[in-house]
């Protein structure tokens, strides 16, 4: 009855983390190939081609966010109801969730402080000092660390995607040591305080 019920909510979950990553992974490369190739393409001209702008008025988080917010949920989801599945499983669920949480993490750490320095930049704000070589180093980093998301994005879906296409395993693994049971839940803590300091410094 246990196995039964872990069996149904991680496959759940895992059929919401698919079916999520598949339209996010398209998404993002678009925006990459597409949006991104615009405004970066002759910098730092190029740049008032920046979303959020007269030029182009469009908000892409309203997509990317709550997108993103649930696939973390999702994904984090199917690793605690399966945590007990033995490790090849359990590391595909593991795969889909650390890509995701990573993603988000590079988003953060890396892509805020260059969409701030990018965009003031374009708007000619006085908070903009950097000079032009210095906004073209940031718009090439921009591309290049974003080819780094869609890789990540890329190994969470076909984690999540083999993980989907394999039958339930029925054994159980043993039950870890306390030691990682306590890590375990500070790691779903930090995630969870992550998580928090994302949605309010949005």
């Known amino acids: 009855m246990i196995i039964g019920s872990r069996k149904t909510v991680t496959r759940v ?3 919401i983390s698919v079916l999520m990553w598949g339209p996010l992974l398209g998404a993002k490369i678009f925006d990459l190939v597409v949006l991104a190739g615009a405004w970066s393409g002759s910098p730092p001209e190029s740049l008032r081609l920046l979303p959020y702008g007269s030029d182009y008025p469009v908000n892409t988080g309203d997509f990317f966010i709550p997108s ?9 989801g199917a690793l605690v109801s399966g945590w007990r599945t033995p490790l090849k499983f359990r590391a595909l669920l593991a795969v889909s969730a650390i890509a995701i949480f990573a993603t988000l993490v590079l988003t953060v750490v890396v892509f805020w402080p260059l969409n701030f320095d990018l965009w003031n ?3 000619g704000s006085p908070k903009a000092t950097e000079s032009v070589d210095e906004i073209v180093a940031k718009t ?3 591309v290049t660390m974003d080819w780094v998301r869609v890789a990540a994005a890329g190994a969470g879906f076909i984690a999540a995607l083999r993980a989907i296409s394999l039958p339930y395993p029925e054994n ?3 039950k870890d040591p306390p030691l990682v049971r306590v890590l375990l839940v500070l790691a779903l803590l930090a995630v969870a305080a992550f998580l928090v300091y994302f949605v309010m410094n949005l």
């Open 13 to 15: 979950f895992l059929w």
């Open 68 to 76: 993103s917010a649930t696939l973390l949920f999702a994904t984090f």
């Open 121 to 123: 930049y374009a708007i």
């Open 140 to 142: 090439r980093l921009w």
């Open 172 to 174: 159980l693994a043993p």
